[in-house]
């Protein structure tokens, strides 16, 4: 196995209570190729850096909890990505790696991540796998008693939210569940490119000069 790393940083809106700050992250991957098959490993990546990248970069994060939320999905043109609890460091970082572990679906080992931030004044949140059996809250999400479905940071989609909505029946939630092949980011496409035809190769007639003895009728006297 070989032990990688990747380092990536993004901007992001945290909404505490009722108050919206920007703040700047920084976060790290460790993670391992599992000597599966590389194609697949390449699609792990290009997950990963989706979620992070595609995600991440100008998301609202929020407690699932967040009356604003509402407010927040009507009125501002960002993704919001909901969160057990208060957006702090660890929960953003716990949330996300656990993301990263369901979307790349055993393809590589993420063995641990770590996020900083300015307003959590650049300290390093690191967790490892280990870490999360620990993280109660991660199986008593208040989206899985309203629905009996995992959250988002529980399943392999690309999805990063549930959005609780309240009706005159109760509570159902609005779970982002987009399919990682509208994305170009299917498994099917590591056998698809497997599968491409094999390079044509164009053979050239042999027209190579060859030197030809030419009779100029000397004599061979000495």
Same mark, same amino acid.
């Given at each position: 196995?070989?032990?990688?790393?990747?380092?990536?940083? @993004?901007?992001?809106?945290?909404?505490?209570?009722?108050?919206?700050?920007?703040?700047?992250? *920084?976060?790290? #991957?460790?993670?391992?190729?599992?000597?599966?098959?590389?194609?697949?490993?390449?699609?792990?990546?290009?997950?990963?850096?989706?979620?992070?990248?595609?995600?991440?970069?100008?998301?609202?994060?929020?407690?699932?909890?967040? !009356?604003?939320? !509402?407010?927040?999905?009507?009125?501002?043109?960002?993704?919001?990505?909901?969160?057990?609890?208060?957006?702090?460091?660890?929960?953003?970082?716990? %949330?996300?790696?656990?993301?990263?572990?369901?979307?790349?679906?055993?393809?590589?080992?993420?063995?641990?991540?770590?996020?900083?931030?300015?307003?959590?004044?650049?300290? %390093?949140? @690191?967790?490892?796998?280990?870490?999360?059996?620990?993280?109660?809250? %991660?199986?008593?999400?208040?989206?899985?008693?309203?629905?009996?479905?995992?959250? @988002?940071?529980?399943?392999?989609?690309?999805?990063?939210?549930?959005?609780?909505?309240?009706?005159?029946?109760?509570?159902?939630?609005?779970?982002?569940?987009?399919? $990682?092949?509208?994305?170009?980011?299917?498994?099917?496409?590591?056998?698809?490119?497997?599968?491409?035809?094999?390079?044509?190769?164009?053979?050239?007639?042999?027209?190579? $000069?060859?030197? !030809? #003895?030419?009779?100029?009728?000397? *004599?061979?006297?000495?």
């Amino acid at each position: 196995m070989r032990n990688l790393s990747w380092t990536t940083k @993004w901007m992001s809106i945290i909404l505490l209570d009722d108050m919206p700050l920007p703040n700047f992250y *920084d976060a790290t #991957i460790e993670f391992r190729s599992t000597d599966t098959d590389s194609a697949e490993e390449m699609i792990a990546f290009d997950r990963m850096k989706h979620i992070l990248i595609g995600q991440m970069t100008g998301c609202i994060f929020a407690d699932v909890d967040n !009356k604003l939320l !509402k407010t927040v999905r009507k009125n501002f043109n960002a993704y919001p990505v909901t969160l057990p609890t208060e957006p702090i460091d660890f929960v953003v970082a716990a %949330t996300i790696y656990s993301k990263l572990i369901s979307v790349v679906e055993g393809r590589l080992e993420i063995t641990g991540f770590g996020v900083s931030s300015v307003i959590g004044d650049e300290i %390093t949140n @690191w967790i490892e796998y280990d870490d999360l059996t620990e993280l109660a809250w %991660t199986m008593t999400d208040k989206v899985k008693e309203v629905s009996g479905s995992l959250p @988002w940071y529980l399943r392999s989609d690309a999805g990063c939210n549930d959005i609780l909505v309240e009706n005159k029946n109760g509570w159902t939630v609005e779970q982002d569940k987009q399919d $990682w092949a509208e994305l170009g980011l299917g498994w099917d496409m590591a056998k698809a490119d497997a599968k491409k035809d094999p390079p044509v190769i164009i053979k050239f007639p042999d027209n190579r $000069w060859k030197p !030809k #003895i030419i009779d100029g009728g000397l *004599d061979d006297k000495g």
